[in-house]
């Protein structure tokens, strides 16, 4: 059975369990986090009015945002990953059942041929003993009427010889032996 080629991973990116999509969503949320880190907003406006805040995001809460954003993203890279193997084992299945299939085709074929080729040697081996038959026939007719009419037309044809013609004087030479 013939197998299927594993698709190129040319255009897979995969590092430490992230693909493409997962690795940039990470590298996002990183920026976001050190954005947030080294800005100093002390205060935040919202309709004309102004909000103080004492200071900037704890240390450990954009941490914490960081690894959340790092799981989200490689439970989609792991999304996206199974999904491809998915995909990837039911072409291989697809493909292994097309190859079955043709391989059941060719046996069939085969099978066909084989049956085929068993008729025409029975049909040929049925012809030969027809003529063989046939030739029996001849012989016994042959030799019945040379029996029953001990001419000499009849003894040189119940001969074999004499009818050939390797052997012209078959019929005198009968008739001497039986008289």
Not at 16 to 32: A, E, H, K, P, W
Not at 78 to 89: A, F, Q
Not at 135 to 146: D, E, K, V
Request: charged share 25%.
């Amino acid at each position: 059975m013939a197998e299927v080629a594993p698709e190129s991973n040319k255009g897979s990116f995969k590092l430490l369990g992230f693909d493409g999509q997962g690795g940039l969503q990470l590298i996002g949320g990183l920026v976001i986090g050190l954005i947030a880190l080294y800005s100093s907003y002390d205060h935040v406006k919202f309709f004309r009015s102004t909000i103080h805040l004492n200071q900037q995001w704890d240390v450990w809460l954009i941490v914490a945002s960081l690894a959340v954003v790092a799981i989200d993203a490689q439970l989609a890279s792991r999304s996206r990953l199974g999904e491809e193997n998915r995909r990837r084992e039911e072409a291989l299945a697809r493909s292994r059942e097309a190859n079955d299939a043709a391989e059941e085709r060719n046996r069939a074929d085969s099978e066909r041929n084989r049956a085929a080729e068993a008729r025409e040697r029975q049909a040929e081996a049925t012809k030969r003993q027809g003529q063989g038959i046939a030739l029996l026939r001849s012989a016994a007719l042959l030799s019945a009427r040379a029996q029953l009419d001990p001419s000499e037309l009849n003894l040189i044809g119940s001969t074999g010889a004499g009818v050939m013609g390797l052997y012209p004087g078959a019929g005198a030479e009968i008739r001497k032996r039986r008289n």
